[in-house]
């Protein structure tokens, strides 16, 4: 019995051994980072920066295409599916989501908190500081486009916080912060970073952008109250100077170049970009402007390129049918015009079998024919819903399926550059010729387009000015058609209409080319000589003609043709979730809503 | 005459001696082990001869064939009988009329009409529904006449021996009451999970799975080597196991040695022949033209058009031409394929599995052992015989006395899981989608041109590469036990399971003609680039645990039970992948032989748990029954100062048949006990390290150089009082034992809650910038019950049958949740059953009267509520759904789809399974047995929007024969709407619920047992052979081509199996 217990000792002895080794129950994950102790050196930042990067949307990521781009404008008409957009008035107050997202916010202020606490070296704190204050400025100025007024926080919060339950802070303050956040990224960030990284003029380019955005916001939209908008105007123009004296920056002679470019790098047009390689990162931007009907242009927009004689069309005597009224066809109207026109749409002269380098392309892959409409020039031309298709992505070496897309994407360009400056001179009233040389006419002559001056400018009265625009200058109207020509389709529209206060460009009517069915070629039709498909006619102003017509132009969309003054504000804004107002009763739901 | 009745009398006599002395005998045993004293009364024997009886004489054996001596002869009515002696025979004297009551201690009472019969082979069968059965309960073993707690227990012979099946689970689906198995597809060596009781928590949580006190995986114990399997349901009886029983146990024993007895040899083998176990019927390829073409039209697409094909050409060339498996024509530059595929015959062909095991038991005076191979090969369904698993398995258990108080033992167990399939491009999906949702019209045939196979064809089946993974794990257990002085004994357990396994995972590129290109435009796909990934993963378990148990019982009546016990386990995990692109050779896959991109990643993951528990088990008179259950479990899951949990629980039993106020239920009612149980328990079933806000990375949407950089990314907000949920679990049960124990009932009714589950809290504002922290904030509760009845029962020496009935339901209730201030439908909110459907009340379909005008200026009969959020703002047409305007507003939509304003939406059912219920059905006539076994489900709803559940469910999918009641113009009282694939006259509505309840034929078996004789004579103990299916019938109202356990789920279909095994013991 005394062994007995000698050994029931022993045990007891072993199990108390084994069970009080030393933090049994402390397990420290091995392959997880936690943020204390994380930001060390240059290279941390950088990582961390990276995650930031999407908010470059570019041409999106695999088929996830450009959806997060408004389409629907009044120079270019979506699918079937862009009918719940935003300028048909079928946007609800939505019970959750809807965009009231700051989870970015929250990344970028640890960054900014990080940087501003490192020991590493002011230059290396203070880039990393201006990285992430870039960051936070294109977010807010992101949200305050949609919002209008928003709550300013420059710090992560905590879920006791008192700042989560705060109201908004009026626009002008959040402005004012995000203008502090540009000057202090110009100010630091580094002059060059490396290739196709942030660097002090991808700053300055987006501070042109947003501060020209908020000064002709705050000028057309006198119910805010924001008088100051000039200082806004010059902040822009500054900041468009002094990219275009760097010298570091030229127009490319081929326009078309920045946009069906496998590879921008060298393009020295370029400020940033967003690289697609096969097998990384793809996109389908081909596939969805050319040989989809969900990108096409409206007449509208096909009237707003001037004649080659540098006379509006219409005005133009190389026009004579249309300086009388009298609808061309779309064969006539390509005709003697600014040569953007052909580097942009899918000329409708090319019949017959498509060949590589032919914008006349087909669904190579199946053969169908999109049963939305009919893809109406040659029926083998590039797809479009209105007659006018997008030839300004088409580039044949780029695969254009669903996986293999890799044009680059132009982010931050000079081109841009030159129209904020030119509009922002003209907004300050210092527009003059110039000004014009040294922006609007380095575009014109990269395309061999006859000059602007003032002098032409008031030489004519366009009648699309009389009707949408009298209250601007005649060469401001001319600067804002440059833009809308120079960056046709690429979806600046939408924004540009935003900010000039213009909600009536989108109760235009959407009309498409001008057909004759008696004329079409034939292999618009079956074999039985009916019409492939059925093909709805209407007037220059949208009216539904009767089926019996023959002759009239494409409507693209049948119902509801939206209306819009340019006092209704819920078009200028998003509304706030019920859910989002319920959490924080504080909030205000934006104007309009 | 005067001479033969002394004779008799003194033979009686003898034998009485002999009888009454192991009466008592067991008269002492049985005040040890505590059996009642009215079944004493009931063998009193008192012995008279009488004069004009007639003799007659027996034998009285087990089911074996084992004389049983010591059994009670009595003639009913009277107090007169005999026993059986040594070798179980008897001799009685009796009247004519009498009938005989033969009864023994753990067998059925059997009633014999003596009638002019003399020669009695009386056969008593084991009453495995009788109380005195011992169950395993945790950290040691208890009669299930003292259980307090809700316990069920599965014998192997029952239920798992002798099934063709190749997992255990499988077997273990509907046997016993509350205990739910399931699988989500019958790929095989695709593993079964378990629950107890239904919804755990929203964080999921399953039942603590021990082997022989091992927790290890149950898909990889061979079912040869399973003894019994129990189930512990309330806290009361898993409370013992702490925090990672929560959920309860379920405690696998394997077979043992018995001590002294001799080397038994068994060897059991199964062959079975397994098919899918439902297909669906597509129609013909005409039809499913004709058909698509008008669904086409419907849609607003291209009239006389489908598939961007002409209707009529395309039915004229199947009239003129008629259907060419591999191919089609070309009319007007436009290829028509002209099939007419079964491509479930194409892909599939009648798989064998087989399995074989044999093992070795036995014992000596000190030492026991048990020795077990097996192997078994399970052939997928697939044609290419790619499809495989096999498993092989040793066992071996030894357990020696090595002194009076010192006894040690160990298990060393090894099993070897391989499963093999072919790469298939997105896997079962891609499957699904060739076998069940092509047309007739697929091709599946070579392209002429390209030499290429047609895609979206069987021959992915053939051309995917083999894909393998290997899982070996090793299971080694040492035991100790000590008995320092009578009453107290000492149980030592320490085990160490290692699980390794071995991934290779190949993507190899094959090219693939797309049929409706045609020859000329032959469109390849071809996925690039090829690759191998191969995976290492690591898994060690240890698990030590000690107990005290001591026992006294006091003044006769007082039985105490103290328990101590100590347990920890570590766990850690470890796995790394390599993956290489752009294999030289598809043929010779190596990490070796590439040229392209490499990628590696790893993975760590460790915890650690550390209890104390005790056990109080008290009893007076074996009439009141009281136990109580402490366990304080830490875990390191938690931070520091949340990382402990206590979990006590109290359970409480009354044997109401012992009271002297039941005594004159004695004739029908043997057994009578009621008890109760509540418990508490904490829940560790987060992630390992939930607790630490842990920075994540990923690859940037954004190119330098040539390459995606990687990011980090903050972590989110992690709760300062984050800690364990808590599952509280009340219950009520009554056993039952009626018509002596022929009948056993329990019957168990539950509530158990999941508090503090861990959840998002409330919704803080949107500008926090990330989502709340995970608070224990919200609260499920289970409502159920289980109900099982077994009768057994033998109509004469040579039949006996059985039924079981197992019968339960349960239903889960979310009671708190804080993360869905508006209600939102899509979310948990207060009061959502689990499984619920929200949808629409269809009225009927709309008629020509409905609608008003034509073309785009049609509309809507004024009298009609407007449909338009439900048809994308269109108009119906005739033939659409009508749907119900239940608010009355004029229209029909989903309001703000929350709980206040659900518009038109409303509960139409429950998607999870009500009632659900295992039948066993058992007889056994002579060397025959037969069994059936019936599992099913009484009550669940289903809504698919998919195929089958519709006339046409998407533009390119086959039409089901069952679907052809479609409206027309012609058939207006049609059940399904106009074709038109669009999904407006989908949705989710009233009208094309399924009903999901099944009833399935799990089991049947057909066994012939050679005679014990004719055995022997050629030197074996016992063979059996047997024939058996499973899943060979279903009822149930679901479609043909919807498994009931599977649904919709796209995947590898489950098989229905026809077997031949032996059993062969020596």
């Given at each position: 019995m005394k062994s007995t217990y000698r050994n029931i000792a022993i045990a007891i002895c072993f199990i108390a051994l084994y069970s009080c080794e030393d933090n049994f129950l402390e397990k420290i994950p091995k392959d997880q980072i936690t943020i204390e102790g994380y930001f060390n050196q240059d290279s941390d930042f950088r990582a961390y920066a990276y995650g930031l990067y999407n908010t470059f949307f570019g041409y999106g990521v695999g088929n996830v295409g450009n959806t997060n781009i408004p389409v629907t404008t009044d120079e270019m008409v979506g699918g079937n599916q862009d009918r719940s957009s935003r300028i048909f008035d079928t946007r609800i107050i939505p019970s959750s989501g809807g965009g009231w997202s700051w989870s970015r916010l929250r990344t970028i202020n640890i960054m900014i908190r990080e940087a501003q606490n490192t020991d590493l070296a002011p230059e290396i704190k203070n880039h990393w500081e201006g990285v992430g204050r870039l960051f936070r400025a294109l977010e807010y100025f992101n949200k305050v486009k949609s919002f209008g007024d928003v709550p300013w926080i420059d710090h992560e919060l905590g879920t006791e916080s008192p700042e989560l339950y705060m109201a908004q802070d009026p626009r002008s303050l959040v402005m004012e912060n995000v203008l502090a956040d540009l000057n202090f990224a110009v100010e630091n960030i580094r002059e060059n970073d490396g290739a196709n990284l942030i660097d002090r003029y991808t700053a300055l380019a987006i501070k042109s952008e947003i501060t020209l955005f908020e000064g002709t916001f705050r000028k057309y939209h006198t119910e805010l109250g924001l008088t100051d908008f000039n200082s806004w105007l010059e902040e822009s123009v500054l900041a468009s100077e002094k990219i275009m004296e760097s010298g570091l920056f030229s127009l490319n002679p081929d326009y078309r170049t920045i946009h069906s470019s496998l590879d921008l790098s060298g393009n020295p047009e370029i400020i940033l970009y967003k690289q697609y390689e096969i097998g990384v990162l793809v996109n389908t931007q081909v596939r969805t402007t050319a040989l989809s009907n969900a990108r096409s242009l409206t007449k509208d927009a096909v009237e707003s390129y001037l004649s080659s004689d540098g006379l509006p069309f219409g005005i133009s005597p190389l026009h004579s049918k249309a300086q009388n009224g009298i609808p061309e066809s779309v064969f006539e109207e390509f005709e003697n015009r600014d040569p953007r026109m052909g580097m942009t749409l899918a000329i409708p002269f090319n019949e017959g079998e498509p060949s590589p380098n032919d914008p006349a392309l087909i669904e190579a892959n199946t053969q169908i024919k999109p049963d939305f409409l009919p893809s109406l020039l040659g029926e083998a031309g590039i797809n479009s819903a209105t007659g006018y298709g997008l030839y300004k992505w088409w580039n044949p070496e780029s695969p254009y399926d669903d996986v293999n897309g890799i044009t680059d994407a132009p982010l931050y360009s000079f081109n841009k550059i030159l129209l904020n400056y030119a509009e922002a001179k003209a907004e300050l009233g210092q527009a003059n010729d110039e000004v014009l040389n040294r922006s609007i006419n380095l575009l014109r002559g990269r395309v061999g387009m006859h000059n602007l001056t003032i002098a032409i400018a008031n030489s004519f009265d366009d009648p699309k000015k009389q009707k949408y625009a009298p209250e601007i200058s005649n060469i401001l109207w001319e600067i804002r058609r440059e833009r809308r020509v120079e960056l046709m389709g690429e979806g600046s529209r939408f924004d540009d209409i935003l900010r000039w206060k213009k909600a009536s460009y989108f109760g235009k009517p959407f009309v498409g080319a001008y057909i004759d069915l008696d004329n079409r070629p034939p292999s618009a039709y079956n074999p039985d000589g009916s019409n492939k498909a059925a093909v709805t006619l209407g007037d220059r102003d949208g009216n539904i003609l009767p089926s019996t017509s023959r002759q009239g132009y494409i409507l693209p969309y049948l119902e509801r043709q939206p209306s819009w003054s340019d006092d209704d504000l819920k078009l200028y804004y998003s509304p706030i979730s019920v859910q989002d107002l319920t959490i924080n009763p504080n909030l205000q739901q934006v104007p309009g809503w | 005459m005067l001479a033969n009745l002394q004779k008799s009398v003194r033979h009686i006599a003898r034998y009485l001696t002999y009888g009454l002395a192991i009466q008592m005998l067991m008269f002492q045993t049985t005040l040890a082990t505590g059996i009642n004293e009215k079944k004493l009364t009931f063998n009193k024997i008192t012995s008279t001869a009488v004069a004009e009886d007639i003799t007659i004489k027996g034998k009285v054996t087990d089911e074996e064939g084992n004389p049983i001596p010591g059994a009670a002869i009595l003639i009913k009515g009277t107090s007169k009988g005999t026993s059986t002696d040594i070798d179980g025979d008897f001799t009685l004297e009796v009247p004519e009329d009498a009938v005989l009551v033969v009864s023994f201690l753990g067998f059925v009472t059997q009633e014999i009409e003596v009638g002019n019969q003399a020669n009695f082979e009386i056969v008593l069968i084991e009453d495995s529904s009788q109380l005195e059965e011992v169950v395993v309960v945790g950290y040691g073993t208890q009669k299930k006449i003292n259980l307090t707690g809700a316990v069920s227990q599965v014998n192997a012979e029952e239920a798992i021996d002798e099934r063709p099946v190749t997992s255990l689970g499988q077997a273990l689906?509907?046997?016993?009451?509350?205990?739910?198995?399931?699988?989500?597809?019958?790929?095989?060596?695709?593993?079964?999970?378990?629950?107890?009781?239904?919804?755990?928590?929203?964080?999921?949580?399953?039942?603590?799975?021990?082997?022989?006190?091992?927790?290890?995986?149950?898909?990889?114990?061979?079912?040869?080597?399973?003894?019994?399997?129990?189930?512990?349901?309330?806290?009361?009886?898993?409370?013992?196991?702490?925090?990672?029983?929560?959920?309860?146990?379920?405690?696998?024993?394997?077979?043992?040695?018995?001590?002294?007895?001799?080397?038994?040899?068994?060897?059991?083998?199964?062959?079975?022949?397994?098919?899918?176990?439902?297909?669906?019927?597509?129609?013909?390829?005409?039809?499913?033209?004709?058909?698509?073409?008008?669904?086409?039209?419907?849609?607003?697409?291209?009239?006389?058009?489908?598939?961007?094909?002409?209707?009529?050409?395309?039915?004229?060339?199947?009239?003129?031409?008629?259907?060419?498996?591999?191919?089609?024509?070309?009319?007007?530059?436009?290829?028509?394929?002209?099939?007419?595929?079964?491509?479930?015959?194409?892909?599939?062909?009648?798989?064998?599995?087989?399995?074989?095991?044999?093992?070795?038991?036995?014992?000596?005076?000190?030492?026991?052992?048990?020795?077990?191979?097996?192997?078994?090969?399970?052939?997928?369904?697939?044609?290419?015989?790619?499809?495989k698993y096999s498993r092989k398995n040793i066992l071996g258990k030894i357990d020696t006395k090595v002194t009076d108080w010192f006894s040690i033992g160990a298990t060393i167990g090894f099993t070897r899981g391989f499963q093999t399939m072919p790469w298939i491009p997105n896997n079962e999906n891609y499957m699904y989608d060739v076998a069940i949702l092509r047309p007739k019209f697929w091709l599946t045939g070579i392209d002429e041109v390209s030499g290429a196979p047609w895609g979206f064809s069987p021959q992915m089946v053939d051309l995917g590469a083999l894909n393998t993974d290997q899982v070996d794990n090793t299971n080694i257990q040492g035991r100790v036990t000590i008995?320092?002085?009578?009453?107290?004994?000492?149980?030592?357990?320490?085990?160490?399971?290692?699980?390794?396994?071995?991934?290779?995972?190949?993507?190899?590129?094959?090219?693939?003609?797309?049929?409706?290109?045609?020859?000329?435009?032959?469109?390849?796909?071809?996925?690039?680039?090829?690759?191998?990934?191969?995976?290492?993963?690591?898994?060690?378990?240890?698990?030590?645990?000690?107990?005290?148990?001591?026992?006294?019982?006091?003044?006769?009546?007082?039985?105490?039970?103290?328990?101590?016990?100590?347990?920890?386990?570590?766990?850690?995990?470890?796995?790394?992948?390599?993956?290489?692109?752009?294999?030289?050779?598809?043929?010779?896959?190596?990490?070796?032989?590439?040229?392209?991109?490499?990628?590696?990643?790893?993975?760590?993951?460790?915890?650690?748990?550390?209890?104390?528990?005790?056990?109080?088990?008290?009893?007076?008179?074996?009439?009141?029954?009281?136990?109580?259950?402490?366990?304080?479990?830490?875990?390191?899951?938690?931070?520091?100062?949340?990382?402990?949990?206590?979990?006590?629980?109290?359970?409480?039993?009354?044997?109401?048949?012992?009271?002297?106020?039941?005594?004159?239920?004695?004739?029908?009612?043997?057994?009578?006990?009621?008890?109760?149980?509540?418990?508490?328990?904490?829940?560790?079933?987060?992630?390992?390290?939930?607790?630490?806000?842990?920075?994540?990375?990923?690859?940037?949407?954004?190119?330098?150089?040539?390459?995606?950089?990687?990011?980090?990314?903050?972590?989110?907000?992690?709760?300062?009082?984050?800690?364990?949920?808590?599952?509280?679990?009340?219950?009520?049960?009554?056993?039952?034992?009626?018509?002596?124990?022929?009948?056993?009932?329990?019957?168990?009714?539950?509530?158990?809650?999941?508090?503090?589950?861990?959840?998002?809290?409330?919704?803080?504002?949107?500008?926090?910038?990330?989502?709340?922290?995970?608070?224990?904030?919200?609260?499920?509760?289970?409502?159920?019950?289980?109900?099982?009845?077994?009768?057994?029962?033998?109509?004469?020496?040579?039949?006996?049958?059985?039924?079981?009935?197992?019968?339960?339901?349960?239903?889960?209730?979310?009671?708190?949740?804080?993360?869905?201030?508006?209600?939102?439908?899509?979310?948990?909110?207060?009061?959502?059953?689990?499984?619920?459907?929200?949808?629409?009340?269809?009225?009927?379909?709309?008629?020509?009267?409905?609608?008003?005008?034509?073309?785009?200026?049609?509309?809507?009969?004024?009298?009609?509520?407007?449909?338009?959020?439900?048809?994308?703002?269109?108009?119906?047409?005739?033939?659409?759904?009508?749907?119900?305007?239940?608010?009355?507003?004029?229209?029909?939509?989903?309001?703000?789809?929350?709980?206040?304003?659900?518009?038109?939406?409303?509960?139409?059912?429950?998607?999870?399974?009500?009632?659900?219920?295992?039948?066993?059905?058992?007889?056994?006539?002579?060397?025959?047995?037969?069994?059936?076994?019936?599992?099913?489900?009484?009550?669940?709803?289903?809504?698919?929007?998919?195929?089958?559940?519709?006339?046409?469910?998407?533009?390119?999918?086959?039409?089901?024969?069952?679907?052809?009641?479609?409206?027309?113009?012609?058939?207006?009282?049609?059940?399904?709407?106009?074709?038109?694939?669009?999904?407006?006259?989908?949705?989710?509505?009233?009208?094309?619920?399924?009903?999901?309840?099944?009833?399935?034929?799990?089991?049947?078996?057909?066994?012939?047992?050679?005679?014990?004789?004719?055995?022997?004579?050629?030197?074996?103990?016992?063979?059996?052979?047997?024939?058996?299916?499973?899943?060979?019938?279903?009822?149930?109202?679901?479609?043909?081509?919807?498994?009931?356990?599977?649904?919709?789920?796209?995947?590898?279909?489950?098989?229905?199996?026809?077997?031949?095994?032996?059993?062969?013991?020596?």
């Open positions: - | 689906q509907g046997v016993a009451p509350g205990l739910n198995v399931s699988t989500g597809n019958g790929t095989p060596g695709s593993g079964y999970s378990y629950n107890i009781r239904g919804t755990t928590s929203l964080n999921g949580g399953s039942p603590l799975i021990l082997v022989d006190g091992t927790e290890q995986d149950p898909n990889l114990v061979p079912p040869e080597d399973v003894a019994s399997v129990t189930v512990l349901k309330d806290a009361a009886s898993a409370a013992i196991y702490g925090a990672r029983a929560s959920f309860g146990v379920i405690l696998i024993t394997t077979k043992s040695g018995e001590k002294s007895e001799g080397p038994t040899f068994n060897y059991s083998s199964i062959v079975s022949w397994s098919d899918p176990t439902t297909t669906p019927e597509k129609v013909d390829p005409i039809t499913q033209i004709r058909l698509g073409g008008i669904s086409w039209e419907n849609a607003g697409r291209t009239p006389g058009f489908y598939w961007g094909r002409n209707v009529d050409t395309w039915v004229d060339l199947y009239n003129e031409v008629g259907p060419i498996l591999d191919g089609g024509r070309t009319v007007d530059g436009v290829f028509y394929p002209l099939g007419n595929t079964n491509m479930i015959e194409e892909m599939t062909e009648t798989s064998v599995t087989s399995r074989h095991n044999i093992s070795a038991s036995g014992g000596s005076e000190n030492t026991t052992y048990y020795l077990s191979a097996g192997i078994m090969n399970n052939n997928g369904i697939l044609r290419s015989d790619k499809d008995k320092p002085f009578t009453g107290f004994e000492i149980n030592g357990t320490y085990s160490v399971r290692a699980i390794t396994g071995n991934n290779f995972y190949h993507v190899n590129s094959y090219e693939q003609a797309n049929p409706p290109s045609g020859p000329g435009v032959t469109f390849l796909y071809r996925n690039n680039p090829n690759s191998l990934r191969r995976t290492a993963r690591y898994n060690d378990f240890n698990n030590l645990s000690v107990t005290g148990t001591y026992t006294k019982t006091l003044a006769n009546d007082h039985t105490f039970k103290l328990m101590l016990g100590y347990a920890q386990e570590v766990f850690s995990e470890s796995s790394f992948w390599a993956q290489r692109d752009n294999l030289i050779s598809d043929n010779i896959p190596s990490l070796n032989l590439a040229t392209g991109n490499q990628f590696v990643d790893d993975n760590v993951t460790e915890w650690s748990t550390i209890s104390g528990f005790s056990r109080l088990n008290y009893n007076y008179k074996e009439k009141y029954l009281f136990e109580a259950v402490a366990r304080y479990d830490g875990a390191s899951r938690f931070p520091m100062d949340d990382r402990f949990v206590y979990s006590p629980s109290a359970s409480v039993g009354w044997i109401i048949s012992e009271e002297s106020f039941m005594a004159g239920t004695d004739r029908w009612l043997d057994f009578f006990k009621i008890r109760a149980s509540y418990g508490s328990q904490g829940n560790q079933n987060v992630g390992a390290y939930a607790y630490l806000p842990s920075m994540s990375t990923g690859n940037a949407n954004w190119i330098v150089g040539s390459v995606r950089p990687l990011f980090v990314r903050p972590g989110g907000l992690v709760s300062d009082s984050f800690t364990w949920e808590k599952v509280n679990t009340t219950n009520f049960g009554v056993d039952l034992g009626i018509f002596r124990n022929r009948l056993g009932v329990t019957a168990e009714i539950f509530q158990r809650e999941t508090i503090g589950m861990l959840t998002s809290a409330e919704e803080l504002p949107a500008v926090l910038g990330t989502s709340a922290p995970m608070e224990n904030a919200a609260n499920l509760k289970v409502n159920g019950w289980e109900l099982s009845l077994n009768w057994r029962d033998n109509l004469s020496s040579d039949f006996s049958y059985n039924v079981g009935v197992n019968f339960w339901d349960d239903l889960a209730t979310i009671s708190k949740f804080g993360g869905n201030p508006t209600g939102q439908l899509s979310n948990y909110y207060v009061g959502r059953e689990l499984g619920e459907i929200w949808g629409y009340e269809t009225d009927r379909l709309f008629q020509a009267e409905d609608i008003v005008g034509t073309g785009s200026n049609r509309d809507l009969a004024t009298d009609i509520p407007d449909q338009s959020a439900l048809f994308n703002n269109q108009t119906p047409f005739p033939g659409d759904v009508k749907y119900k305007d239940l608010n009355g507003d004029g229209k029909v939509d989903f309001g703000t789809n929350t709980l206040d304003d659900p518009g038109d939406l409303k509960i139409l059912g429950n998607s999870r399974s009500r009632y659900q219920f295992g039948i066993r059905l058992g007889a056994k006539y002579k060397s025959f047995d037969i069994s059936v076994f019936m599992q099913g489900v009484a009550k669940r709803d289903l809504f698919t929007s998919g195929p089958m559940g519709y006339t046409i469910g998407g533009q390119y999918e086959s039409i089901y024969t069952h679907t052809l009641d479609y409206w027309t113009p012609e058939n207006t009282d049609a059940f399904y709407p106009r074709l038109d694939d669009r999904p407006y006259n989908r949705r989710t509505q009233s009208r094309y619920l399924l009903d999901g309840s099944y009833l399935r034929f799990k089991n049947v078996r057909l066994g012939y047992t050679l005679s014990k004789n004719f055995a022997k004579k050629i030197g074996l103990k016992s063979v059996k052979i047997y024939v058996t299916g499973e899943n060979l019938f279903l009822l149930s109202g679901l479609p043909a081509g919807i498994d009931p356990e599977v649904l919709l789920n796209a995947t590898y279909p489950l098989r229905k199996d026809f077997a031949i095994g032996t059993n062969i013991t020596f």
